[in-house]
């Protein structure tokens, strides 16, 4: 695997998701290659900072009951016949 | 993810069924047990509130859309493909609803870059921010300066592009979920990463290569 194949995977290597076999390439390059080894480091820094400055957003506090309620209302509207049309393109 | 427990009102319904895998508790649903849905509900509603607050810019429609999406997994649950993953079924819902609110309002999530990143370090010295694993109260603050205009860098990026990057680092999914969710192959779901990232650094001004297609 030459440095330009190795770009497609790299994603996938600093986040444990590649395969035994790509693992095994991916590897090697970099052991090799300084020059990709140092990419790849530099790539894992930034993920790494935006994760750290990733923070969760709590849901407000009264809302899951508020939305609970309401989502059970509507379904209940819908079951009923009273309320909207189906939800064919749910998704 | 989901907590709630002391916030009681529907809680005392809720099947007691944390180890009971979604897809079954959605197959319950589907068959009419309605308590199912409320556990569904409290292990998703957190994560999917993020996923949306992340993504449109109008943060008092948030709440709106997260009801939306769990409504729409409420009255489509016999719809749900048992050899799919629910976790991925529901971020796809989510994932239209977002797109939905962007056709109805014509936004989505941007923030005008009033506080550019502008020359508060320098090249090596942000280089040296992000792989400097010392946090002292100077270096807190630059990093906080640096983290806040980094999350407006990825606002700022193609729309696909910056909901591969969310769904990733903000919500630890893999590739091929995100794959699954987006609808297009893991190849593009890969690439779209591989972009977003060499866009961010270039802005950043930490691409060295300064080519799209680099490393």
Known sequence: MDCRNIQ????EFLYGEADERKL????????????CKKEAEAIASLLRFIKSGAKTDPVPEGARDRMLKEIHRKATTVKTGNGAAGDEDAV | MGSGAAEGGHMSTTVETTRIPDEVLIGELAAGDVRC????????????????KKQVSDHESVEDLVQEVFLRVY???KNFDVTKKFSSWVYKIALNEVKRHWKRTGSRQTFSLNAPLGDEGGESERQDLLEDQRITPDVQTENELFSQ??????DRLPEKQKTVVILKIYNDLTFEEIAEICDCPL????????????????WLGIDEGGDDNGL
């Not at chain 1, 497609?8 to 994603?11: A, E, L, M, N, P």
């Not at chain 2, 205009?149 to 990825?154: M, P, T, V």
């Not at chain 2, 190849?187 to 270039?202: C, F, G, I, P, W």
């Open chain 1, 8 to 11: 497609r995977v790299i994603y």
């Open chain 1, 24 to 35: 095994v390439t991916i590897k090697a390059h970099l052991d090799k290659c300084q020059e």
């Open chain 2, 37 to 52: 849905f409320d556990t569904i509900f409290d292990r998703y509603h957190q994560q999917i509130y993020n996923f949306i």
């Open chain 2, 75 to 77: 009255k489509s649950a």
């Open chain 2, 149 to 154: 205009n980094l999350k407006l860098l990825i």
């Open chain 2, 187 to 202: 190849s593009t779901v890969l690439s779209r990463m591989r972009y977003a990232v060499s866009k961010l650094r270039r």
